[in-house]
C-alpha cells in the first residue's frame, strides 16, 4: 500500500512562487509515474502536470510554462513548483501514483493524496 502526503500549499498572492512536495511512503516508486492534478471549487478535477520514472514530463494546457513538476526518488517525492501564481490556480492539489502508461487519465491512478489547498488572492 502507498501512502501519499502534500505539502506547501497555502494563501498567497497574485504573482507569487510556491512549492508543493508529495512525499510518499509503503515502496519505492523510482519507476512510477507521479502526477499532480487539481480541483477547484465547483470543477471537475484536473490533470496539472506528471513526471514518469524515466523523469520524462507532462502538463496541462494551462500551466504550461508556470509550472515544473520533478522527483527525488531517494527522497520518494515529488515537487510541483508554480510560479507567477493566478486566481484561477485556487484549488486543491492532489499527488497521485500510477504504474499505467495513460499519465493524463485520472481514472488511471492507484494511489492518491488528501491534497493541499492553494489559495490565490488577487
Known amino acids: 500500500q502507498v501512502q501519499l502526503v502534500e505539502s506547501g500549499g497555502g494563501l498567497v498572492q497574485a504573482g507569487d512562487s510556491l512549492r508543493l512536495s508529495c512525499a510518499a511512503s509503503g515502496r519505492t516508486l523510482s519507476s512510477a509515474t507521479m502526477a499532480w492534478f487539481r480541483q477547484a471549487p465547483a470543477k471537475e478535477r484536473e490533470f496539472v502536470a506528471a513526471i514518469t520514472g524515466r523523469l520524462t514530463t507532462y502538463y496541462g494546457d494551462s500551466v504550461k510554462g508556470r509550472f515544473a513538476i520533478s522527483r527525488d526518488n531517494t527522497k520518494n517525492t515529488v515537487y510541483l513548483q508554480i510560479h507567477s501564481l493566478r486566481p484561477e490556480d485556487t484549488a486543491m492539489y492532489y499527488c497521485?501514483?500510477?504504474?499505467?502508461?495513460?499519465?493524463?487519465?485520472?481514472?488511471?491512478?492507484?494511489?492518491w493524496g488528501q491534497g493541499t489547498q492553494v489559495t490565490v488572492s488577487s
Open positions: 497521485a501514483v500510477t504504474t499505467g502508461v495513460f499519465v493524463y487519465m485520472e481514472s488511471n491512478y492507484n494511489y
